[in-house]
């Protein structure tokens, strides 16, 4: 009986498991995975088709699909003034161009990688087709890469396009002519050029959709005019059988369209309009003003009203300034002035005209301060009906506000920094006292020098001195040696801190090739591209000394102008942002090391300098893909431009391309490839 009941148990688990399975109609668990996108099998217009008239085009795939952020991917050729409209449905796409077709033109929808599978959501990357209104069809093209020049970062979503008109004014003024996107690796395939015609190539990031270049944004910009040119090459393709049981080797001709490795860098000209930003006195004795952009000099402002009527602001303030000018602080340092409820003045300074040029303006600014009065008041009033008796002592004058903000370890190599929280009037340097620990005793040593770094921070000062390592100091200001713009005076300060030793340290040093005699500096970085430390190149030599413990990466960036930092580029002059490399692997140092590497700039092409673990626009991975690598392993990814597109029609219609270029800094001849 007991043998009955398990039978009859054992039947209805696999009943219930039968009847499962027959309600999930999903693939069965444990299947192969579908890894293969989405296949072109037709379109109307027929790719390459001439004469076309109409504006409704519809594109069929082998299964049902999915556009993924369509009005932004799908790209147009020649621009539209009018979005398309894009839609799906199951296998089909369907694109209305709702701007009047051009005669005699040459049309490219590029999908980019907006195009995937419903279930699986596998990118069918690289899908475009072309058409003509006319008898004939331009099917030239030149593919490169776009990254923003200051860190290599790949550019996705950016537009590249192309002008048959080679003025210096037509990328400000005219919409460009043949267009495309880079995908998630920030490739680009500009397609629909004529033959033996010059280009010029810009990169976009085209903020407002007018399809040219407005000084505000980013751009990238090709050196010299390119001329699309393409040849027949033979190729091998491996062909298998539907179970993968046996490959074989076929040959055929294909068209290399060429040039196929062009590098842009974007940048930012960091180009703003100049205007008055803001203005305000949030208290009686400061008023602030902001600026759109830095600026080159300081505005004149004088009083309007009050017993000062007609004075200049330098003889009733002092000013506390931005390295750039475009944030100014006026701490008042009339009293009685700064007491009234209304001040009135006359600003003149520079902006930026309706024809993009600077002009000085004038205007009439108003500060009061009825606000803060008000408050007062209602305080006062508070206190009254609470009952609370008037003071009769006489206030406490508080201490000035000043700190030393260094922490209690300083670095061997950084000062102390002292930080006050009002202008300074005046600094005591004999009033300031240094000593240092000798087992438990204190013994005195040189002070050090004050220095004021900076004309207009009159609030930040900086004690620069030669530290012994690992040793404990003590530094005192007596009271009185430091009175703010409103004669109030420090008490006395005492701060102890230690030095670290030179075994906390580590040094990083690099021999650097391909220099070729130009300067440059080599910057430490951290994680996220965060930068460290900074260090000249001496010949091909740089040794960046001081460094923490950790884990670090290394950018270079070639100093053609010399000034010592980054300098970005500026399209109208034709100057391109300087040149940035970077090491391409990550450094491990611990304490007490001395590291010396070798560094051939020109090694890598620039698309695989950057370190994998400081990129962040990495390709979307498909759904459920999960990165397995270990730490530190590089990421395979397919050979530019092995386009899954050549796989079906477009190999019969002039659309494929064969290999790629490797993306080095080499002009000359329009194309950049590797030494």
Not at 488 to 503: A, P, Q, S, W, Y
Not at 582 to 588: C, G, H, L, R
Request: aromatic share 8%; with cysteine.
């Amino acid at each position: 009986m007991r043998q009955v009941k398990q039978l009859r148990m054992l039947l209805a688990v696999v009943a219930a498991a039968v009847t499962a399975a027959c309600a999930n109609m999903g693939r069965p668990e444990g299947g192969p995975r579908d890894e293969t996108p989405p296949v072109y099998t037709g379109s109307n217009p027929a790719i390459g088709q001439l004469n076309v008239k109409q504006q409704k085009i519809s594109v069929s795939f082998d299964e049902n699909i999915s556009l993924d952020d369509p009005t932004n991917k799908i790209v147009v050729s020649p621009a539209q003034k009018t979005q398309p409209a894009i839609s799906s449905n199951g296998r089909n796409v369907t694109v209305e161009l709702r701007d009047s077709l051009l005669p005699n033109t040459t049309y490219i929808i590029d999908f980019s990688d907006a195009v995937k599978d419903l279930n699986e959501g596998n990118v069918l990357d690289g899908l475009a087709l072309d058409f003509s209104t006319g008898e004939s069809i331009d099917s030239m093209r030149i593919s490169g890469m776009v990254f923003e020049a200051r860190n290599l970062e790949p550019a996705q979503g950016m537009i590249v396009g192309a002008y048959s008109n080679l003025s210096d004014t037509a990328i400000t003024t005219l919409p460009v002519e043949r267009i495309t996107k880079t995908n998630q690796l920030g490739q680009f395939v500009l397609r629909g050029l004529k033959p033996d015609t010059p280009y010029r190539i810009f990169a976009i990031n085209d903020v407002n959709r007018d399809y040219h270049w407005d000084r505000s944004e980013d751009i990238a910009f090709y050196p010299v005019p390119v001329t699309p040119t393409c040849e027949q090459v033979t190729v091998n393709d491996t062909l298998r059988t539907h179970d993968d049981s046996a490959d074989s080797i076929v040959s055929r001709l294909a068209t290399h369209f060429m040039p196929d490795d062009l590098l842009l860098t974007w940048f930012n000209e960091g180009y703003a309009s100049q205007y008055l930003k803001d203005y305000k006195r949030e208290v009686n004795n400061k008023i602030t003003m902001q600026f759109g952009t830095k600026a080159d000099s300081l505005p004149i402002m004088r009083l309007l009203n009050t017993h000062r009527k007609g004075d200049e602001i330098s003889t009733w303030s002092v000013l506390d300034a931005s390295a750039t000018l475009d944030t100014l602080t006026y701490w008042i340092t009339d009293t009685a002035l700064a007491s009234l409820d209304s001040i009135l003045i006359e600003a003149r300074y520079y902006r930026t005209d309706t024809l993009d040029n600077l002009t000085q303006t004038s205007d009439t600014l108003k500060f009061f301060m009825r606000g803060l009065k008000l408050k007062k008041k209602e305080e006062a009033r508070k206190k009254k009906k609470e009952g609370e008796e008037a003071d009769t002592l006489p206030p406490v004058i508080p201490p000035m506000d000043i700190k030393v903000s260094s922490g209690t370890t300083v670095d061997l190599n950084k000062p102390l920094y002292i930080r006050a929280g009002v202008p300074v009037a005046r600094f005591d340097s004999t009033a300031l006292h240094m000593e240092m620990q000798v087992d438990t005793l204190w013994y005195p040593v040189a002070p050090p020098k004050v220095v004021r770094p900076q004309e207009l921070r009159p609030m930040d000062y900086v004690l620069p001195y030669t530290w012994e390592e690992g040793t404990k100091y003590r530094l005192k200001i007596d009271s009185a040696a430091v009175e703010d713009i409103y004669g109030l005076v420090n008490k006395e300060i005492t701060h102890e801190f230690t030095t670290k030793t030179r075994g906390d340290y580590s040094t990083l040093s690099f021999n650097i090739s391909g220099l070729d005699g130009r300067p440059a500096v080599v910057e430490v970085l951290g994680s996220g591209d965060k930068l460290i430390a900074t260090a000249p190149v001496q010949g091909s030599y740089v040794k960046v000394e001081y460094l923490n413990p950790g884990t670090y990466y290394a950018r270079l960036y070639i100093d053609s102008d010399s000034s010592g930092e980054w300098t970005t580029g500026n399209l109208l002059d034709s100057i391109q942002p300087e040149e940035v490399y970077y090491y391409p692997k990550k450094i491990t140092l611990k304490k007490n090391w001395n590291i010396d590497q070798s560094w051939n700039i020109n090694e890598l092409p620039v698309d695989q300098q950057k370190p994998r673990e400081l990129v962040k626009n990495k390709p979307k991975r498909r759904k459920g893909e999960r990165d397995d690598r270990p730490e530190g392993e590089e990421e395979e990814e397919d050979e530019f431009f092995d386009d899954p597109f050549m796989n079906n029609a477009n190999r019969n219609n002039g659309f494929g391309n064969t290999g790629g270029g490797r993306f080095n800094r080499n002009p000359g001849n329009g194309n950049l490839r590797a030494h």
